[in-house]
């Protein structure tokens, strides 16, 4: 099995910073893309950013130029640096994983989320 860990989320003033973590660990053969999400109160989750193996980013319109997406490829960990944050990033971010893992002799691709981390920003 493949686990994904968390941290880096709590409470900050609108205009602050966090930074977040999540790592992989598990019978992991290899990551594909990885990637941010978030879910506020009474909304759907919605993706934040997600990156590639090779470094490729993406970012939802509403984060652009204030998040960056990052990750370490030898500790299968990913990074969220979130800056200007508004209290509209209220949410708890969740991140996933595209991984490639063993079972046995074989390998399977399946997605994996973390359990979450909430961030909450005041105003």
């Known amino acids: 099995q493949v686990q994904l860990v968390e941290s880096g989320g709590g409470l900050v003033q609108a205009g602050g910073s966090l930074r977040l973590s999540c790592a992989a660990s598990?019978?992991?053969?290899?990551?594909?893309?990885m990637g941010w999400y978030r879910q506020a109160p009474g909304k759907e989750r919605e993706l934040v950013a997600t990156i590639t193996s090779d470094g490729s980013t993406n970012y939802a319109d509403s984060v652009k130029g204030r998040f960056t997406i990052s990750r370490d490829n030898a500790k299968n960990t990913v990074y969220l640096e979130m800056n200007s944050l508004k209290p509209e990033d209220t949410a708890v971010y969740y991140c996933?994983?595209?991984?490639?893992?063993?079972?046995?002799?074989?390998?399977?691709?399946?997605?994996?989320w973390g359990q979450g981390t909430q961030v909450t920003v005041s105003s």
């Open positions: 996933l994983s595209d991984t490639l893992r063993w079972v046995g002799a074989s390998r399977y691709r399946d997605d994996y």
């Open positions: 598990g019978s992991i053969f290899r990551i594909n893309s």
